[in-house]
């Protein structure tokens, strides 16, 4: 019996890879067996040490997302060097200021909507003709319980998360008839770079992981607990699930990142 779980001969795409959530999905699609090629902005040393870590099973592409245009640069360069792509996950992304919506610049609305949710959309009208031909695909965004929680300093980010997830479901009714699934997953507060910072920005604690007493389970999500949900949704094993948003924050408040329990 073939294992249904595995990626094998697959080309998988992944927004934002070189560190923290994206850096843990390119890790599990690899191990279950896809061709991974992720995009960076900047951290070219983090970049470069994962390709050197999976020794062939990806490559990396800088990209920056914030300009239009090169999320479908990415996907092209990609699929001319690996094939066309059956797997897409955008999952790069920037925290916004926290500055209120009285303070908040038409400058940072725009780049917080072009590198969430326009660049995702630009890396799917690339991607789709492929997954089209190959019979079908699947499409994850990573979005955030922010999206639904939509409190007081966010705007930015949360109005980005909730068009991201706006794509997905408009994308899951297109597509559905093209074998292509698309869902989204909804992390809370994460262990990464940009977890750390979030924490820093509200309390005295110096990282997301100091909080883990608090959280359900204890601990805070780590990166290997939404890459373990996105492997799942790449796969064949929930072929059957489109237009879903899997919350990934241990059964805590489904609204807030902070967790109250
Ligand atoms: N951390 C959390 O608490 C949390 C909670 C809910 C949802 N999320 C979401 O999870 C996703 C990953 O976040 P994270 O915590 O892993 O963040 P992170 O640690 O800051 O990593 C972000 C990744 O995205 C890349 N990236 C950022 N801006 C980019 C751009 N303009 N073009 C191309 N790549 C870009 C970064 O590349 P470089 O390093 O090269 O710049 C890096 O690989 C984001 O969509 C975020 O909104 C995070």
Redesign the pocket.
Same mark, same amino acid.
């Given at each position: 019996m073939p294992d249904r779980t595995r990626l094998d001969g697959r080309v998988a795409l992944v927004? =934002? =890879? @070189?560190? #923290? $959530? #994206?850096r843990a999905v390119v890790r599990r699609l690899a191990e279950l067996g896809a061709e991974v090629a992720f995009?960076?902005?900047?951290?070219v040393g983090?970049?470069e040490e994962l390709v050197a870590e999976l020794d062939g099973r990806a490559s990396a592409y800088a990209?920056? *997302?914030?300009t239009p245009g090169a999320a479908a640069e990415f996907v092209a360069a990609a699929s001319a060097d690996l094939g066309a792509p059956t797997v897409l996950v955008h999952?790069? #992304?920037?925290a916004s200021s926290g500055r209120s919506v009285e303070h908040t610049t038409q400058e940072e609305y725009l780049r917080l909507y072009q $590198?969430?949710a326009l660049a995702g959309a630009e890396a799917c009208t690339a991607a789709l003709p492929g997954m089209r031909t190959a019979g079908g695909g699947s499409i994850v965004f $990573?979005s @955030?319980v922010v999206a639904r929680g939509l409190g007081a300093g966010l705007a930015p980010y949360a109005m980005a998360k909730a068009a991201v997830e706006a794509l997905a479901s408009v994308l899951s009714f297109e597509e559905r008839t093209n074998g292509i699934r698309v869902n989204v997953v909804a /992390? =809370? *507060?994460?262990s990464?770079?940009? =977890?750390d910072r *979030?924490v820093r920005a509200g309390s005295a604690s110096s990282a997301a992981e100091s909080l883990d007493a608090h959280y359900p389970f204890g601990r805070v999500c780590r /990166?290997e607990d939404v890459a373990d949900v996105v492997g799942y949704l790449a796969g064949d094993t929930s072929s059957y699930l489109t237009r879903q948003t899997v919350v990934v924050n241990g059964g805590g408040n489904p609204d807030t *990142?902070v967790h109250e329990g």
């Open positions: 927004t =934002g =890879g @070189s560190r #923290g $959530v #994206g995009c960076y902005r900047r951290d983090a970049a990209a920056d *997302l914030a999952n790069a #992304g920037i $590198v969430h $990573v @955030s /992390p =809370g *507060l994460v990464t770079e940009m =977890g *979030l /990166p *990142l």
